[in-house]
């Protein structure tokens, strides 16, 4: 169902523009404003620069300036394969695995690329005169499939690498494009930048994106939750005290069915929720006002007792597959339903169009 293929990256000269790690960075939406200037000052040739420029404009003069200069050079057309070592928010250690290939855009109506969350028309117009301007795709997305990996790890040495994360080039291989040829693909993280890849293409423009494709056997996978911290919400006769005020032990006991611990200074409760659920709607249902989102426990139950928050809503990890089938509903999810860490790389690699 889905097309996938090499391309012909763009990559980094570190001979001419330094270091790889003063070039990377995170990707443009989970930076913060002092994070962006920071990654600017790195380097004049960080992937800030192009990936949140002072106008597009300014990306897309440098990224030509930069393609003249052999700042960034050419590769012949290949797949990659991907590994990221991390350590996740439990403190656990985790390798995730995945293949980069160019990705060819469709609408969600043809049902080869299924969205999970809703998106905000402001963010892709940003993204989609950026796309416009520079004429690559800057950035990865990551998505997830179903089913055993088309291909093991390569030996030998990686041809990139920054601290946590390792690249080593695949030639163009006709199983891989096969392989996806029968899969249904899930948006993990990069809803905006698809959506702006489809609009860009039905404006005349090319349909293909870099694409990170990760299985959901692939053992590194993990999803975390992130908590939500309100100014308030709706009561319910759905949200009932819990045994002891202890917000962990509640978390821990959760029945199996749609729930989350709401944590307040007046006590410790449980919102319950119906079967078919994932716990990020149950919290919905009960319209939280003034919401903030953090992936620390830790972080949520102090802000509510230092009154920073009227009250934390703790969640559990969603499951994948609920997430899938949610998707294949063609349902879409609340904000900040799905936490999947680490976040990509951005820089390691650029998609021409």
Partial sequence: MAEVRPFAAVRYDEESAGPLEDLVAP???????????????????????????????QAAESFRSWREQGIVRPESPSFWFLEQEYVGPDGVDRTRRGIVASLKAEPYEAGVVLPHERTHSEAKEGRLRLVRAVGAQLEPIFLLYEGIPPISQPEGDPELEVPGAKLWPLA???????????????????????ETTVEYAAGGGSPWLMAVLVST????????????LVGGYDASDAVLRADGDDPLAALESLPDRPAAVVYTRSGTYVAHGAYGQLDTQVVEQL?????????SLDEAIQAVDGGEAEAAFLLRPTRIEDVFAVAQRGEVLPQKTTYFYPKLVSGLLFHPL
Avoid: C, M, W
């Fill in 287 to 295: 319209a939280p006002q003034d919401v903030r989102y953090t992936p």
């Fill in 217 to 228: 056997s692939d053992p590194g996978l993990t999803i975390f939750p992130t908590h939500r």
């Fill in 172 to 194: 163009p291989d006709e199983a891989i494009e096969e392989a996806f040829r029968e899969r249904q693909l899930l948006i993990a993280d990069g809803h905006h930048r698809y």
């Fill in 27 to 57: 990707p443009y939406d989970v930076l913060s404003p002092d994070d962006r200037d920071a990654y600017h000052a790195k380097s004049p040739y960080n992937v800030v620069h192009l990936t949140l420029p002072d106008s597009e404009q």
